[in-house]
C-alpha cells in the first residue's frame, strides 16, 4: 500500500473539525491593526530618537 507523504484533505474532513465553529475573520484584523498601530507607534520613537540625537 502506497500512501502520499502529504495528506492534502484527510484533516477538512474530520469529524471533530467539522464541528468547529468557522475562524473569527473579526478578530485577526483587530490583530493586524494592533500590528500596524505598534509599527508606527516603533517607527515614530525610532526617528525622534534618532532626529534628536543628531541635531
Excluded at 3 to 31: I, K, Y
Aim: with cysteine; hydrophobic share 40%.
Amino acid at each position: 500500500m502506497t500512501r502520499r507523504l502529504v495528506l492534502t484533505n484527510e484533516a477538512a474532513r474530520h469529524p471533530f473539525r467539522r464541528s468547529l465553529p468557522p475562524p473569527d475573520t473579526g478578530a485577526q484584523r483587530q490583530r493586524e491593526e494592533d500590528h500596524l498601530k505598534l509599527f508606527a507607534l516603533s517607527f515614530a520613537a525610532f526617528f525622534t530618537c534618532f532626529y534628536t540625537f543628531l541635531f
